[in-house]
């Protein structure tokens, strides 16, 4: 376990994430904050009482993404080991998208200051996203002479568009939050001091609605990024048959022809 990252559930099911290296404005490349991030993902794709999660940042940042500081010492190294650079990202930073993308729990990035390299990136792994009126984006690999090894050339044209992503990763520059929301990387712009509160009362509006549906719902969307029609057909099918037999269905549908608030278990 590490200190580096806060893992909160309240008594709706919302867990939050918290990024926690305030000081160094919550980096993400440290082995033991990714074994923590996967870790937390893997705690509650398998906790059923788990709703949605929230990701955010300690501090004034929500990540600077990697450590540059530590980049520049370990550049002999890397030169001369390039097969060794190589595993350290397959065997880093990159298990942090695959864990996001198998977790079927939704995931809201709460943006509350700089998202910048692999932090904007970090915000494109989760499913909505967030920002208060202090956050800043930048998809900045290209100022450092890098690419992004943390899948962000995947990510960010799902997000914002290939336009768009093209803009930001050739530029490398830096947009503020109305950008952000204006080419669709963020969905909310609200005032800092209310950033978490209104995280929290969309996570409230999902965790709302029946648990076995919202996590089939987010598998099949995220399929449906890279699945044939016909394929993904199936796949909702066999879902389909799956949550007909739940017993959120049945309260749904008896509350419906009942008129009347229908209560959820998650079952």
């Known amino acids: ?73 370990a550049g002999d190294e890397r030169r001369a080991n390039p097969i060794g650079t190589r595993g350290y990202y397959r065997t880093g930073i990159q298990r942090i998208p695959l ?19 692999a932090g904007c990136d970090l915000t494109c792994m989760c499913d909505i996203r967030i920002a208060g009126e202090s956050a800043r984006f930048a998809e900045s690999f290209v100022k450092l002479g890098l690419v992004a090894g943390d899948g962000g050339a995947w990510l960010l044209p799902r997000a914002v568009g290939l336009s768009k992503a093209f803009e930001m990763a050739f530029t490398g520059d830096t947009m503020d939050a109305q950008q952000a929301l204006a ?13 978490l509160d209104a995280a929290r009362k969309l996570a409230k509006r999902i965790a709302a609605n ?18 044939r029609l016909d394929t993904l057909l199936e796949m909702s099918a ?23 608030r229908p209560t959820f278990t998650g079952r």
């Open 1 to 73: 376990m590490t200190d580096k990252l806060l893992y909160e559930q309240d008594d709706n099911g919302i867990v939050l994430l918290t990024l926690n290296q305030p000081e160094s404005r919550n980096p993400i490349t440290d082995q033991d904050l990714i074994d923590a991030l996967v870790a937390a993902c893997e705690r509650m794709q398998n906790d059923q009482t788990v709703r949605v999660a929230i990701v955010t940042g300690a501090g004034s940042a929500f990540s600077s993404g990697g450590n540059v500081k530590r980049m520049a010492e």
């Open 210 to 227: 029946p648990t076995q549906a919202v996590r089939m719902t987010k598998r099949l969307i995220r399929e449906g990024q890279h699945t």
């Open 99 to 117: 864990a996001l993308e198998k977790l079927d729990v939704p995931v809201i990035a709460a943006v509350n200051g700089p998202a910048m390299g």
């Open 183 to 195: 080419c669709g990387l963020v969905s909310q712009v609200v005032p800092d001091g209310e950033l």
């Open 238 to 260: 066999a879902f389909q048959a799956l949550v007909h037999t739940t017993a959120d269905h049945r309260e749904a549908a008896t509350a419906f022809v009942e008129k009347r």
